[in-house]
């Protein structure tokens, strides 16, 4: 299904985080340079994705706030698109009818990092970044256990656990989703901020578990990855490991 537009009408849609950004047409080939176009985009104060539309001369929501509060993003290798520095949005679907994902394209890596980091505070501020568990790992624990699918600024969702290792032993699993190191968000992180954290002992970890159906195994067999299936075209990087 194609993503409703709105009219951005009020002071609520306002930008926080404003940028130029090149969006894939629908049912665009992401390889072919003509179907990229340049918008002005941003994320509004209510938590909504709006742009300006030159074809209707008016500002326009892409997302809603509740969208974009459950929103996966993931980074597109460069390889894969005409663009570099692209993304994809993929928002959840309503009734049982799904969104094909929106594709974007940032002017730098860094930018792409602010874009992905601006969605995940959005998140946070709508109250979605609240782990359902707290593990802690104590002084004498050397490693913990585990590689990550991804790490900020896109969720840190564990990949890989070690068996007999600390990880197992709290019970984290695939899938999972660190939310919080030290009472410290993970959306507020950088990457080597990140990975400096895990090294901190004690550290205590705030974990969002997936429901259920999201540990099914998908086609290639990997558990845990059924919430990003909408991306199965994307190159997966290799997993970073944390002890």
Sequence with gaps: AKNQRLVAETEM???????????LRA?????????????DMW?????????????EEKELIQYTANAVANAMLKKI?????????????????????????GE??????????LWMQEFRRRQKEMGKMKPSKEVCAEI???????????TPPEPAVVKIIK?????????????????????I??????????????QKRPIKMGIAVPKLQDRAMDSDGEPGMQRFKSYRAIKRPKSVKQG
Aim: contains cysteine; proline residues 5%; charged residues 25%.
């Design 13 to 23: 849609h306002s930008p926080v985080f404003k940028r130029k950004v090149w969006k």
């Design 163 to 183: 068996p007999g290792l600390w990880a197992q032993t709290v019970g984290i699993q695939p899938g999972d989703e660190i939310v919080q190191l030290n009472q």
């Design 104 to 113: 974007y394209a940032a002017e730098t890596s860094s930018e792409r990092d």
């Design 185 to 198: 968000c993970v959306c507020d992180l950088t990457f080597n901020e990140f990975m400096l954290e895990l």
């Design 43 to 55: 994320l509004a104060k209510d938590g909504s994705f709006c742009y300006w539309s030159n074809k």
């Design 140 to 150: 004498d624990i050397k490693r913990l256990g585990m590689e990550f699918e991804s």
């Design 77 to 101: 290798t460069n390889e894969k698109s005409a663009k570099p520095w692209s993304f994809q949005v993929q928002i959840p679907g309503r009734h049982g009818v799904g969104f094909e994902p």
């Design 27 to 39: 049912d665009g080939d992401r390889m072919s340079h003509e179907d990229w176009f340049e918008f």
